[in-house]
């Protein structure tokens, strides 16, 4: 039963390339949520979405710019490409109904930048 | 961001043993606690919740503690499996959108 998929499993792109990250969740939740999982530092937000077209900044933005057009799709886009930005990205999401208590996450994108 | 850490990185235990991961956590407003499990290759998973009003929960072979006087969270697992191997996170969640991961515990399970 899938859930929350992301467009790839592994990526390799090149510095300055400008690449997207792309997150489908069928369960009609109005949040989701972009992370980056490095080692030793956990899950981090990078952004995050409460409902179509609306966004806000988590607490790695920088470098990063999303897009949600549609209730299930969450857009992760790197404008250029640095190697700094390889890492684990990480899609979640979750519904506003209280109580909520679950994320459900993607499998997560490798992205690595030569 | 608020500071969600664990006190050991990797834990050993032997099959049938019992396990206990903790986490401390800096926010005392929070609304509630979640572990999650991720194992190789996957994204994280949701085990157990716990209300910041409660200060204990169970679960299928799982129990939660919360300790607010020190700010501390445990995730109990009773007769650890090899299953039951992988990283283990606690989440700290306020306003019930803003969710702080600690860096993981690495559960190890020997046969």
């Known amino acids: 039963d899938v859930k929350v998929t992301q467009s790839s499993r592994y990526l390799v792109k090149r510095t300055g390339e400008k690449v997207f990250l792309e997150c489908v969740q069928d369960?009609?939740?109005?949040?989701m949520f972009w992370y980056r999982q490095d080692p030793g530092l956990g899950l981090r937000l990078i952004y995050f979405?409460?409902?179509?077209?609306?966004?806000e900044k988590g607490d790695i933005p920088e470098g990063y710019s999303v897009s949600r057009e549609k209730k299930e799709r969450f857009s992760l886009i790197l404008e250029s490409a640095s190697t700094n930005q390889t890492s684990m990205y990480l899609c979640?999401?979750?519904?506003?109904?209280?109580?909520?208590?679950?994320?459900?996450f993607g499998p997560g994108t490798r992205l690595t930048v030569l | 961001g608020e500071s969600v850490g664990l006190h050991l990185p990797t834990l050993s235990v032997q099959e049938g043993d019992n396990s206990i991961i903790n986490c401390a956590y800096s926010?005392?407003?929070?609304?509630?606690f979640i572990w999650y499990k991720q194992e190789s290759g996957k994204g994280p998973q949701f085990i157990i919740d716990?209300?910041?009003?409660?200060d204990k929960r169970q679960g299928q072979r799982v129990t939660v503690l919360l300790n607010k006087t020190v700010k501390h969270l445990s995730l109990q697992i009773a007769a650890t499996q090899p299953g039951d191997s992988a990283v283990y996170f606690c989440?700290?969640?306020?306003?019930?959108?803003?969710?702080?991961f600690g860096s993981g515990t690495k559960l190890n399970v020997k046969p």
């Open positions: 979640a999401s979750t519904s506003q109904e209280v109580p909520y208590n679950e994320q459900f």
């Open positions: 369960m009609d939740h109005e949040n």
């Open positions: 979405s409460y409902d179509v077209k609306m966004k």
């Open positions: 926010n005392s407003a929070s609304d509630y």
């Open positions: 716990i209300r910041s009003n409660m």
């Open positions: 989440a700290e969640v306020y306003n019930f959108n803003k969710f702080y």
